[in-house]
């Protein structure tokens, strides 16, 4: 029979942290943003003091799964509604339960939250990749009497390493391979190009240097280059999440997560990635280059040699950072329309925020 602990507080999770690490190994489709290093920053910045509500699903005595949620408070245009929601900072993070068993954890722990005091006004269940869900959240809250709404959020493109790095090269277009030699011969002429790769291991491998004067730079790329990726600023650059990010790097260092691609010539920052790596899954929390004529080509550099790199080291996946399309398109294997299930509770103002789709928030 299953049953459901419910953890409310950072102190509470405490010894459960061994025990989420090892679920989080055997999750499909694990990323960074499904840890407990990232659930105690986001935790911090974004939702105290609002709720946690851990809920780990056991099976006699062994643990099936997690499922994260927070409740957070979100301005509407109807007022002020409580959120019951994933730990999610922005629709290009996917999330979903942790574990081996992630539907029989998210149809208990649906269970559980019906069957517990309502303390949320609307459950908000996104950004969820269909790739690795395969209609799970869907059926569940069918399941359980939840007639949720089904949304698209934005694309997002990765590239699966099926092979090695010679095989996933061949299978590109013509023009994109013409067009990194035409690039890297740019950059040659223009001076001495230098690619930095920073992936520490982390404390527990004694490799937690932080490097903040790779951080930096990009961060400094970030607020300053032109012909960004992002139409807003990205997160390291943006006002309201900035302090977060460089607050969870020193963290994720020795979580042994960071995965940060510099691109540089003469010591001149132009083109960089900065993102956080589990499990072979890579995925980019943002990604600039410098768009002027000076160093024409040093996105299209970046990007082939962070590829190559990722799968020399036998990564899986490589998720880009949320962007334009049109940048994106002859690198990418794979392209995810994100998923998001929204149920209003049966109270005349949410069934009326319902019909307004006023809500707005981090997500």
């Known amino acids: 029979m299953l049953r ?10 405490q010894p459960y942290r061994l025990l989420w690490r090892k679920l989080l190994g055997e999750t499909r489709g694990a990323t960074f943003f499904q840890s407990p290093t990232w659930l105690e920053a986001y935790w911090h910045a974004f939702v105290h003091p609002g709720r946690l509500r851990v809920l780990i699903v056991y099976a006699g005595d062994e643990a099936l799964g997690i499922v994260p949620l927070v409740v957070c408070h979100r301005r509407t245009r109807l007022g002020n509604c409580r959120v019951l929601t994933y730990p999610v900072l922005r629709t290009g993070l996917f999330y979903g339960p942790i574990g081996p068993n992630p539907t029989a954890s998210l149809l208990e722990a649906l269970r559980h939250i019906r069957q517990t005091p309502r303390d949320w006004d609307v459950l908000d269940l996104g950004t969820i990749d269909p790739t690795v869900d395969c209609g ?103 006002p309201a999440t900035e302090s977060f990010v460089y607050d969870l790097h020193h963290q994720a260092v020795e ?78 294997t794979d392209m995810i329309a994100g998923e998001r299930y929204t149920y209003f509770a049966h109270t005349p103002r949410m069934q009326l925020l319902r019909f307004t789709q006023s809500l707005v928030g981090l997500g």
């Open 255 to 332: 979580a042994g997560a960071v995965d940060l691609h510099l691109l540089k010539v003469d010591d001149t920052p132009v083109a960089f990635s900065y993102g956080y790596c589990v499990h072979g899954h890579t995925v980019a929390l943002e990604s600039d280059f410098y768009s002027g004529t000076a160093f024409q080509g040093a996105g299209a550099v970046l990007k082939a040699r962070l590829l190559q790199r990722c799968c020399s080291l036998g990564d899986r996946r490589y998720t880009f950072a949320a962007g334009s399309l049109r940048h994106l398109h002859r690198w990418q």
């Open 136 to 238: 799970r959240t869907e059926h569940a809250l069918q399941r359980m009497g939840l007639s949720a709404r089904r949304t698209s959020t934005s694309l997002s493109m990765a590239v699966r390493f099926e092979s090695d790095w010679h095989t996933y090269w061949a299978s590109r277009s013509e023009q994109c391979r013409e067009n990194v030699c035409w690039a890297e011969s740019n950059l040659a002429a223009k001076g001495n190009v230098e690619y930095v790769h920073y992936r520490p291991g982390g404390t527990a491998a004694d490799d937690d240097d932080p490097r903040w004067d790779l951080y930096n730079a990009c961060v400094e790329m970030a607020s300053q280059a032109k012909g960004s990726l992002f139409m807003d600023a990205g997160p390291l650059a943006n």
């Open 4 to 13: 459901v602990k419910e953890i409310n507080s950072l102190a509470e999770l």
